[in-house]
């Protein structure tokens, strides 16, 4: 496989050159297409490093505050790739969160028990999250990536 440095995008080993720009292609060493292929949730390589290192304090924040983190990575850093995709991943998460307490409410005992038991499940995944982002990595959060919205 082959990639263009400058779009970030992917080719077959016959392309020679970029489709977007037309600049030359590298090959992506072999180590990376396995890890790739083994961890389909990983976008790291699909963000620039600059971005990434730029906007890492942002792409924190909807982990951190939940909705608040949310509006202001979105005004913070608009333009960040790298924060978008943890934006989504956050509110995916308080998404959840609020569902599973609105549930949770409506059945008495058992539900509280369940919400309760839930609540803190999405709080290990979003401190996952959070460790993810200081690693500058952007993986889809576990659990919650199998619910279809927010792609
Ligand atoms: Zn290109």
Redo the contacts with the bound molecule.
């Keep these: 496989m082959k990639f263009?440095p400058?779009?970030h995008?992917t080719y077959d080993d016959t392309a020679n050159v970029?489709g977007?720009?037309g600049?030359p292609l590298s090959v992506i060493p072999q180590q990376v297409q396995q890890q790739a292929a083994y961890d389909p949730t990983d976008h790291t390589a699909e963000f620039s490093p600059q971005d990434i290192s730029d906007n890492k304090v942002f792409a924190m924040l909807p982990y951190l505050m939940s909705f608040i983190g949310v509006i202001i990575a979105l005004l913070a850093a608009p333009a960040s790739p790298f924060t978008m995709f943890h934006v989504r991943q956050g509110l995916k998460l308080s998404v959840v969160s609020i569902l599973v307490t609105i549930i949770g409410t409506i059945i008495p005992i058992l539900g509280w028990i369940a919400a309760g038991i839930c609540v803190v499940i999405l709080l290990v995944v979003e401190i996952i999250c959070f460790f993810r982002v200081c690693k500058g990595q952007a993986k889809e959060a576990p659990i919650v990536k199998n619910f279809g919205f927010l792609k």
């Design positions: 263009c400058n779009c995008l970029c977007q720009c600049g």
